[in-house]
């Protein structure tokens, strides 16, 4: 599986902005997929996750609210609607897909086996 996120750039707090994560493999529609962040000097970090189907769906309470992750499985393709959005969201954005369970939760990194190249969000003030 071959991922890439893309959709970020430089935006006001208070704007939107909509990452996609892109995924090459037939199987895609059967993984998991994750986002996770990472800002300068701090780990990666959970953001949101979703179910293989769309049918359940998970995110950090920092986000809870303002983020919105969703599937087109057709397309192969992962969405993060972000509103609101706030300086502290400034950060590198990666999409995972979990494709094998290894108990952790879709909250942890390592849950994860094939991460894309990130893409950056960063929120003026």
């Known amino acids: 599986v071959q991922l890439q996120a893309f959709g970020g750039g430089l935006v006001q707090a208070g704007g939107s902005l909509r990452l996609s994560c892109a995924a090459s493999g037939r199987t895609f529609s059967s993984y998991d997929v994750g986002w996770f962040r990472q800002a300068p000097g701090k780990e990666r970090e959970f953001v949101a996750a979703?179910?293989?189907?769309?049918?359940?769906?998970y995110y950090a309470d920092s986000v809870k609210g303002r983020f919105t992750i969703s599937r087109d499985n057709a397309k192969n393709t992962v969405y993060l609607q972000m509103n609101s959005l706030k300086p502290e969201d400034t950060a590198v954005y990666y999409c995972?897909?979990?494709?094998?369970?290894?108990?952790?939760?879709?909250?942890?990194?390592?849950?994860?086996?094939?991460w894309g190249r990130g893409t950056l969000v960063t929120v003026s003030s």
């Open positions: 995972a897909a979990h494709t094998q369970d290894y108990g952790l939760g879709l909250r942890s990194t390592y849950e994860y086996d094939y």
């Open positions: 979703i179910t293989w189907s769309g049918g359940s769906t």
